[in-house]
């Protein structure tokens, strides 16, 4: 890895491609963090929704169960279906303070809690007096009572707030899948663009790494004194060097250039030799 670093800072755009693929990696995991986070809050939102509606259905079991244990009693006098009566009565005041804090965010329910409260209320009274005239008095009493259609009136109006908080919870519930839904696509399409960008800055900078490569791989070393050339270790002659890394045969011939200094020296030795001076020394080079 550390051979590749001075081939990465010498090319800027390697580095800058490399960069950017790390990015937009980072960011890629980044909205999966979020788009997580997203998909836990939205699933808890929609459980508190569920459980919401669940003490709401708990609720209207409760009071239907006392009208039913209510009315089983005035019929027959037996005591013994006061027992679903006393306990669905028993589970009303807990359902109503559950629902009372699960709505407690939501101003614009309280006053259909407040009124079905109210009602749940007066529907309790009026069951527990037709129950107090069958048992102190006649039946008879206590069917003119439920005959005054009081008691159906106020069910009626149970339901229907029921019904209203029932509405307003699954709207919740079905706006908090569609936000929820929305938010996934968007977060799986932005991953998909920087995945792709990703892919594309990294391939850009695997073809500019490459090229680099090439290029340092094509350069050669000569000497500057001798002029031969660096191969693998050793230095060897030009024309080694191109045998060796080419495969190329060649031969060997004398160009205009050298033929005229070659012209001059013979001159040069000449006009030497005729006045008897030496020949010159030839400056020594290297092997």
């Known amino acids: 890895m550390s051979s590749l670093r001075p081939l990465i800072r010498s090319q800027p755009g390697v580095g800058g491609a490399l960069a950017l693929a790390f990015a937009l990696t980072v960011g890629t995991a980044w909205l999966g963090v979020v788009s997580t986070q997203g998909v836990l809050s939205a699933s808890l939102r929609t459980g508190q929704t569920q459980d919401t509606l669940l003490v709401l259905h708990q609720l209207t079991t409760a009071v239907t169960d006392a009208e039913t244990g209510q009315r089983g009693y005035l019929l027959t006098g037996d005591d013994s279906y ?3 009566y006393d306990a669905a009565v028993s589970r009303t005041a807990p359902l109503m303070a559950a629902l009372q804090l699960r ?7 309280q006053e259909h809690l407040a009124t079905l409260r109210a009602l749940i209320e007066a529907k309790e009274a009026e ?5 107090k005239l069958r048992r102190e008095k006649s039946i008879a009493a206590a069917l003119n009572l439920v005959e005054t259609d009081r008691g159906q009136v106020l069910m009626e109006k149970i339901r229907a707030e029921f019904g209203q908080l029932e509405t307003a919870e699954l709207n919740d519930l079905r706006l908090e899948a569609e936000r ?47 002029k031969r050339v660096k191969w693998r270790g050793t230095w060897v002659s030009f024309e080694e ?28 030795l000449h006009e030497r030799d005729q006045r008897g001076l030496p020949p010159p020394v030839a400056p020594t080079r290297p092997l």
């Open 127 to 131: 069951l527990a007096r037709s129950i």
């Open 82 to 84: 006061l027992k679903p």
């Open 103 to 109: 709505l407690a965010s939501h101003p614009a329910r």
């Open 241 to 268: 060097f191109l045998e060796q890394r080419f495969k190329l045969r060649f031969t060997h011939g004398i160009s205009e250039e050298a033929a005229r200094q070659f012209k001059m020296e013979a001159v040069e």
């Open 180 to 226: 929820a839904a929305h938010q996934t696509e968007v977060f799986h399409y932005l991953s998909l663009c920087l995945i792709a960008l990703a892919i594309l800055f990294t391939g850009l900078a695997s073809l500019l790494l490459a090229r680099r490569i090439r290029d340092l791989s094509t350069i050669i070393t000569v000497c500057a004194w001798t």
